[in-house]
């Protein structure tokens, strides 16, 4: 069955990727970026392509952007049937060898607002929705170093905010409704302008399991940390 997909962050990377194989399965997708002309940009090959793309501003970092979306897509009588919480940044001052010695506090803050708080914000958004239909399907896209079992040192802001987004699962998932499900999903270390081009996985490697809890049957798992479809520690 056609859905209707709203995916943040999805001008570039995974979540570009995920857009493009969800819109080839024919789901509409509406493709969130910073700006609308990123947005705008990303989409048109998309939709060259056939695919249904609607692109959207929506600056996750912003909650005024976050209600604007929102308001717009009601207005064109469109609901959100998946939501896909893929924007995240780093933020740590030195990328992937940063010191929690060295990061100030406020850069924590400028990642747990744009990696945490804007999964919250769009899932407070589109859930009551998606309850209220009786389907739905929340994907955060976290991390194995934000899972407790894997952490380590190094890269502090972003392992704290994808912990914090694995507890916006937990506590979304206890108020899904039937037929609804909230997950996590850690796409492994992706090639990618955030991964490097030392990353051991393809985009297409790095989608799958993003796919996978997004088009999820109705005895699909809810609460969960998956990697490649599969449950991993907290």
């Not at 997708?29 to 910073?34: C, F, K, Q």
């Not at 589109?126 to 894997?150: C, D, K, T, W």
Request: glycine content about 12%; overall charge neutral.
């Amino acid at each position: 069955m056609k859905r209707t997909i709203f995916i943040s962050g999805a001008n570039r990377g995974l979540g570009l990727a995920t857009a493009a194989a969800l819109a080839k399965q024919g789901h509409h997708i509406i493709l969130a970026a910073r700006t609308l002309a990123k947005a705008q940009a990303a989409a048109a090959p998309l939709q060259a392509e056939g695919g249904t793309v609607t692109p959207i501003e929506c600056d996750v970092s912003k909650q005024p952007s976050i209600e604007a979306a929102a308001k717009t897509l009601a207005s064109q009588g469109l609901n959100v049937d998946v939501l896909i919480n893929n924007a995240g940044a780093i933020f740590d001052t030195g990328g992937w060898t940063a010191s929690p010695l060295d990061i100030a506090p406020a850069v924590i803050a400028e990642a747990f607002a744009n990696n945490t708080v804007s999964a919250y914000a769009l899932t407070q958004a589109f859930l009551p929705g998606m309850i209220a239909r009786g389907y739905g399907r929340v994907v955060n896209i976290s991390s194995g170093m934000g899972g407790i079992a894997e952490m380590e040192g190094k890269v502090p802001s972003y392992r704290i905010s994808k912990a914090a987004m694995n507890a916006v699962t937990k506590v979304f998932a206890a108020e899904a409704g039937n037929n609804v499900k909230v997950n996590s999903v850690c796409p492994g270390w992706v090639r990618t302008d955030m991964g490097g081009a030392n990353a051991t996985r393809d985009l297409g490697e790095g989608i799958a399991g993003i796919v996978w809890a997004a088009t999820l049957p109705d005895d699909g798992p809810n609460g969960g940390f998956f990697r490649d479809g599969k449950p991993i520690a907290w």
